[in-house]
């Protein structure tokens, strides 16, 4: 997935990268074990902690 990022260590400022299907948000940092870009999930989707993240843009539904 090109709007994730993927690392095994921890950093000491969690990377924030562009996403690059829309400039507006970051890529999602994957990281076992991380307490930044937690994933919530709920009978609406998926959410992450992290109020700029990719994975918090609105879908657009076409009917």
Do not use: W
């Not at 997935?1 to 993927?6: E, G």
């Not at 990268?17 to 989707?45: I, M, P």
């Not at 109020?51 to 609105?58: H, Q, S, T």
Request: net charge positive; aromatic share 8%; proline share 6%.
């Amino acid at each position: 997935m090109q709007d994730s990022i993927y690392i095994d260590h921890f950093p000491m400022v969690p990377p924030r990268e562009q996403a690059e299907s829309d400039q507006n948000y970051t890529k999602h940092v994957h990281c076992d074990g991380a307490r930044f870009h937690v994933l919530s999930y709920t009978s609406k989707g998926v959410s992450c902690s992290e109020r700029d993240c990719i994975i918090n843009k609105p879908k657009i539904i076409k009917k």
